[in-house]
T-cell receptor, first 110, second 114 residues
Framework: QKEVEQNSGPLSVPEGAIASLNCTYS??????FFWYRQYSGKSPELIMF????GDKEDGRFTAQLNKASQYVSLLIRDSQPSDSATYLC??????????FGEGTQLTVNP | EAGVAQSPRYKIIEKRQSVAFWCNPI?????LYWYQQILGQGPKLLIQ????????DSQLPKDRFSAERLKGVDSTLKIQPAKLEDSAVYLC????????????FGPGTRLTVL
């Protein structure tokens, strides 16, 4: 089992729709969770982090965490073509290492 | 504020050759990371420095990879000798504390091993 798994893509949504990106992790001791966005040919940039169970909202982005289910998700409301990118889930695993999933490629169609 | 600088941006070498990458973190950032990102995968941590000390190098293939961070500022990552499977983007990141939330990535070095 991979330490961090993301829903397989690519994911395609129409402009204005809600994009839902999911991630599960195997280390029950993980405490910190991050979402990075990576445009093609560019480096990752942090867009959200969450530590506590529940929802965390920042503009059009909402991160959701359920530690009992070992599940973290990212919702993007009112998706825009500029949101088209690969979204990487990262989890702080044992030894305080940041472990990334393989990413989900999102395309928002105008 | 200047971002994380890396050079070169691209490098093509033959297998068994050596290569070195350079990274200059954001000024004042104590923690520096080197990641390897193979096409279609997420970044994998190779080594983490806190100032000029190594915090985590458990995933660094030490038979061929080495890294140093002299004076706690810039860092170099070396591969000697390179293998075909080393073809990847090598990302450097830095953060102001040991926490992960403000980890800033450089533009990366794309390495192709022929």
């Amino acid at each position: 089992q991979k330490e961090v798994e993301q829903n397989s893509g690519p994911l395609s949504v129409p402009e204005g729709a809600i994009a839902s990106l999911n991630c599960t992790y195997s280390d029950r001791g993980s405490q910190s969770f991050f979402w990075y966005r990576q445009y093609s040919g560019k480096s990752p940039e942090l867009i959200m982090f969450i530590y506590s169970n529940g929802d965390k909202e920042d503009g059009r982005f909402t991160a959701q965490l359920n530690k009992a289910s070992q599940y973290v998700s990212l919702l993007i409301r009112d998706s825009q073509p500029s949101d088209s990118a690969t979204y990487l889930c990262a989890v702080e695993t044992s030894g305080s290492r940041l472990t990334f999933g393989e990413g989900t490629q999102l395309t928002v169609n105008p | 504020e200047a971002g994380v600088a890396q050079s070169p941006r691209y490098k093509i070498i033959e297998k068994r050759q050596s290569v070195a990458f350079w990274c200059n973190p954001i000024s004042g950032h104590a923690t520096l990371y080197w990641y390897q990102q193979i096409l279609g995968q997420g970044p994998k941590l190779l080594i983490q420095f806190q100032n000029n000390g190594v915090v985590d190098d458990s995933q660094l293939p030490k038979d061929r990879f080495s890294a140093e961070r002299l004076k706690g500022v810039d860092s170099t990552l070396k591969i000697q000798p390179a293998k075909l499977e080393d073809s990847a983007v090598y990302l450097c990141a830095s953060s102001p504390t040991r926490g992960r939330e403000w980890q800033y990535f450089g533009p990366g070095t794309r390495l192709t091993v022929l």
